[in-house]
């Protein structure tokens, strides 16, 4: 019932060399750093033997058969290698029974069932009762998310870990050391180049167990030489891998100079240069989630308002690549560029947010102008946190002349929208804005109340309020209705309004307006 899988610590050279390469020990074990790093949490458990059930999660080839094997081999236990694919209930009943037999013995036995989620829920419940009792310390492998997969049951007595895809740098690492290690092929003398071992670890997509194969496919094929050692070329590696080797460094100049042209040939609106440097990156193995980030930077920086679907695009992009994976997001991230390459440009968002930043590091401690401080305490209040605030929402048009700057930059504009795509409307209304805040700005500053029928209406708009003198013009004949102007002016514009005011209905409208400023 024991099978084959990655890393294999058998001495058979005729084994399949992924099996070879097999580790025994944590120290050769490459990846899961977040589990199995120094103080971190699967090593605590492993150092103080207190193994119990649990689930790994991952891709194909990352290594989890292999750490349950190392689980086993340092806990001193039995270790059960049970397949999912080929096993059905008669062989877990017979495992378990050998199991129950062992643990009255003294004996731990440790099951792992391979691609768990291929039970059914029936198998699964079979289990059950000898994880309960301790017969077994069960270690399950997926590649699918086990809340869906693992019947809730038997989910709650495992513990999940996520093992990730291995980086291209610890695929490198297990190339190089497979080349010089006895169980690999350290007797064969291998000549191969470094660039060639990061093609392959990048061509392996993080699966170690692809990686290795590939490595034995191109050192079989590879130049035997006279003295019995073994040249890989470039040519060999490409044959093995099915795609031509291109010029491309991850971390190199090639790798900024490509992302270069594809941004610059998107901003010059040219989709099929941007396809091609696209393809480019793809195709010599450039995480695809990279290059999504890039155009997620793009659509704000170079089209920005003058549309702004862009950025959905380009989100939109981003996430179908965690969906999808290459090769199948490759027409993703083409349909973002294409969109991106056509879309109307504008840089103003990129520009204003760099004249705001200069000014912000210029300007670091520059004070936030009272009127639009929070006062939320007395404390706060009496330090005229809020004072002069003039709620938008209040106004006929929702716009206020009130100063939200500090007084160093007031007349500052980092905004400046232009006239491409769906900007051009942007830029209409935004000097819709300033010219009804210019006209507001001519006018008394204060608050106006309205009281009719003792409900109370507030506003910063003086024509709203004489719009409303003239909607309530019988009511007001009757004295039902008395509209005022509160301000340091207020008596005086009372008086003009009104021959003969009532001190304590300009009291009461004062103190209405007064409450109604320190409540927002």
């Given at each position: 019932m024991e099978q084959l899988s990655l890393f294999g610590n058998s001495s058979d050279l005729t084994a399949p060399l992924a099996s070879r390469m097999r580790p025994d020990s944590l120290e050769n074990y490459i990846g899961q750093k977040h589990l199995l790093g120094e103080g971190k949490v699967l090593r605590l458990i492993l150092e103080r033997d207190q193994v119990s059930s649990m689930i790994f999660w991952g891709p194909p080839g990352v290594g989890k058969t292999t750490l349950a094997r190392i689980i086993a081999h340092h806990t001193k236990a039995a270790f059960v290698d049970f397949s999912a694919v080929t096993s059905g209930i008669k062989e877990i009943k017979e495992i378990m029974k050998q199991a129950e037999n062992d643990r009255m013995m003294g004996m731990k036995t440790i099951v792992f069932v391979d691609e768990i989620h291929r039970f059914n829920k029936a198998q699964q419940d079979a289990f059950?009762?000898?994880?309960?009792?301790?017969?077994?310390?069960?270690?399950?492998?997926?590649?699918?998310?086990?809340s869906f997969e693992v019947n809730s049951a038997l989910l709650s007595r495992c513990k999940v870990f996520?093992?990730?895809?291995?980086?291209?740098?610890?695929?490198?690492?297990?190339?190089?050391?497979?080349?010089?290690?006895?169980?690999?092929?350290?007797?064969?003398?291998?000549?191969?180049?470094?660039?060639?071992?990061?093609?392959?670890?990048?061509?392996?997509?993080?699966?170690?167990?692809?990686?290795?194969?590939?490595?034995?496919?191109?050192?079989?094929?590879?130049?035997?030489?006279?003295?019995?050692?073994?040249?890989?070329?470039?040519?060999?590696?490409?044959?093995?891998?099915?795609?031509?080797?291109?010029?491309?460094?991850?971390?190199?100049?090639?790798?900024?100079?490509?992302?270069?042209?594809?941004?610059?040939?998107?901003?010059?609106?040219?989709?099929?240069?941007?396809?091609?440097?696209?393809?480019?990156?793809?195709?010599?193995?450039?995480?695809?989630?990279?290059?999504?980030?890039?155009?997620?930077?793009?659509?704000?920086?170079?089209?920005?308002?003058?549309?702004?679907?862009?950025?959905?695009?380009?989100?939109?992009?981003?996430?179908?690549?965690?969906f999808n994976g290459m090769p199948e997001c490759d027409v993703n991230l083409t349909h973002a560029v294409v969109y991106l390459s056509m879309a109307p440009k504008s840089n103003a968002l990129y520009v204003g947010y760099g004249k705001a930043r200069e000014?912000?590091?210029?300007?670091?401690?520059?004070?936030?102008p009272l009127q639009i401080r929070n006062g939320v305490t007395g404390l706060m209040r009496d330090l005229h946190y809020g004072e002069g605030y003039q709620y938008a929402h209040d106004t006929e048009e929702k716009i206020t002349n009130m100063q939200c700057l500090p007084d160093s930059v007031k007349d500052r504009k980092y905004y400046e929208p232009t006239t491409q795509g769906a900007e051009e409307a942007v830029k209409t209304k935004l000097e819709e804005i300033n010219e009804k805040k210019q006209k507001l700005k001519k006018r008394p500053d204060g608050?106006?109340?309205?009281?009719?029928?003792?409900?109370?209406?507030?506003?910063?708009?003086?024509?709203?309020?004489l719009r409303l003198r003239e909607k309530y013009k019988e009511a007001e004949k009757r004295g039902r209705i008395a509209v005022y102007f509160v301000s340091e002016y207020a008596e005086k514009w009372v008086d003009r309004a009104y021959p003969n005011p009532n001190p304590r209905t300009l009291e009461a409208v004062k103190r209405h307006v007064r409450i109604l400023s320190n409540a927002i």
């Open positions: 059950l009762p000898f994880v309960e009792k301790g017969s077994i310390v069960l270690i399950g492998a997926t590649t699918e998310n086990p996520v093992l990730e895809a291995l980086k291209k740098e610890d695929l490198a690492e297990l190339l190089e050391r497979t080349l010089t290690d006895k169980k690999g092929f350290g007797n064969m003398h291998v000549s191969m180049e470094r660039s060639l071992i990061e093609v392959i670890a990048a061509f392996a997509n993080g699966d170690a167990r692809t990686a290795l194969n590939t490595l034995e496919m191109a050192v079989l094929n590879g130049e035997m030489q006279s003295d019995g050692s073994v040249i890989v070329t470039g040519q060999t590696v490409e044959q093995c891998i099915g795609k031509k080797t291109l010029l491309y460094d991850k971390n190199g100049e090639e790798h900024y100079n490509l992302i270069s042209a594809l941004h610059k040939s998107m901003r010059n609106s040219d989709p099929n240069a941007a396809v091609y440097w696209l393809a480019r990156m793809l195709e010599a193995g450039e995480d695809p989630l990279y290059v999504a980030r890039r155009l997620v930077r793009f659509a704000s920086e170079d089209i920005g308002m003058a549309d702004s679907q862009a950025l959905m695009v380009a989100v939109s992009a981003y996430q179908a690549c965690h000014d912000a590091a210029n300007m670091l401690n520059e004070p936030v608050r106006y109340a309205c009281r009719y029928h003792n409900q109370w209406f507030y506003s910063y708009d003086h024509d709203e309020c």
